[in-house]
């Protein structure tokens, strides 16, 4: 598995805990080597790689542990190894290459609290499993823009374990991995992915009912966001938005989610998809697309359910069922209806 950590930065911190080797990532040549690294500045040198400011003669390296997880890139521990090399825009990026298990520990950690009931943690394991093994089978590159990822950070034994019990299974639907999507709450129904992100529909992710989020603090929140602010978030992408007088939220699935989003200004009106508008306002400021709009004069008020895209798994449904009783596989079938349990490696 390889997960980009940085992209196109200026410079990082590395360090290592534990004998180490820096070789050449294009012929394996041994760069650098000893018995631990303290914290180092690592940058471009006139397109070289510059560890402390001493160029390394080469412009991508592979940075070896002998210990697993004891590398550490901008304060975080990561397990496997990590490839530092120049981006194809000259920038410095970094690269965590290690095996999948290892990955889907990070993953869970990172998206769930640690603490949470052990078969909601198992269905968040299978569930994270079965979409980063469906993205790298299509060919992307995993990074924080698709699962969230901090290393080591949120390990603990019981996680180690959880993970571990679950090693290699995987949902198939007709013996197909599919994008398996999972948001924090789903506020009362788990939406429609064809109408969330646009996609050929997939039949375990057209939505069900959810009546177990309602404990989240997300389940219904409210916002209040001047059209001002709109106009200057929305002109990011789209600057000829000017005078922005009316939104209004269009075409809704069966979670309550809109498609898109009617905007009125100045000289017309725009037709934007909802999910990019929310995208554009900040994804933890307009928590979901499932909300209703009231004109309160210069601000709009945005009353609404959930947070997240709505598609999938709802973690804190999820977390109420174990707390009831339910175990994964009950848990993943509910929420993806009409998939298998596979364990595709041993
Ligand atoms: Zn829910």
């Not at 997960?3 to 050449?24: F, G, N, Q």
Request: charged share 20%; proline share 4%.
């Amino acid at each position: 598995m390889e997960v980009t950590l940085l992209k196109e930065a200026s410079t990082a911190r590395l360090a290592v805990h534990s004998p180490y080797r820096i070789l050449d990532l294009k012929n394996g040549t041994s760069l650098r080597e000893g018995a631990s690294l303290p914290s180092t500045p690592v940058a471009l040198k006139q397109g070289q790689l510059a560890l402390g400011g001493i160029k390394l003669g080469t412009n991508g390296v592979r940075v070896v542990a002998q210990v697993d997880g004891t590398l550490e890139l901008e304060g975080t521990h990561y397990r496997g190894e990590i490839h530092l090399l120049k981006g194809p825009k000259g920038g410095l990026t970094a690269i965590d290459k290690l095996d999948v298990e290892s990955y889907i520990l990070g993953v869970v950690g990172s998206e769930m609290p640690n603490h949470w009931e052990p078969e909601a943690l198992s269905a968040q394991a299978i569930t994270a499993r079965t979409f980063a093994l469906y993205l790298k089978g299509n060919g992307v590159n995993l990074g924080a823009l698709h699962l969230a990822y901090k290393g080591t950070t949120k390990e603990t034994p019981a996680l180690r374990r959880i993970v571990s019990q679950t090693r290699g299974v995987v949902m198939l639907y007709k013996k197909d991995l599919f994008p398996a999507y999972f948001h924090s709450t789903c506020g009362g129904h788990t939406e429609d992915a064809n109408l969330v992100f646009g996609k050929d529909g997939i039949p375990p992710l057209k939505g069900v009912k959810c009546n177990y989020c309602k404990d989240s603090k997300y389940y219904q929140w409210s916002r209040e966001i001047s059209k001002q602010e709109l106009e200057k978030d929305l002109g990011k992408a789209y600057p000829s938005l000017k005078e922005i007088w009316e939104v209004s939220p269009q075409g809704r699935g069966p979670g309550r989610h809109v498609s898109q989003v009617e905007i009125k200004y100045a000289s017309g009106s725009y037709r934007m998809n909802a999910n990019e508008f929310r995208l554009l306002l900040g994804p933890n400021h307009l928590l979901s697309t499932a909300f209703e709009v009231a004109d309160k004069g210069k601000t709009i008020r945005f009353s609404g359910n959930g947070w997240g895209h709505g598609v999938g798994l709802c973690q804190y449904g999820a977390g109420t069922m174990a707390k009831n009783g339910s175990i994964w596989q009950e848990i993943l079938k509910k929420y993806y209806p009409g998939v298998e349990f596979v364990k595709i490696y041993e």
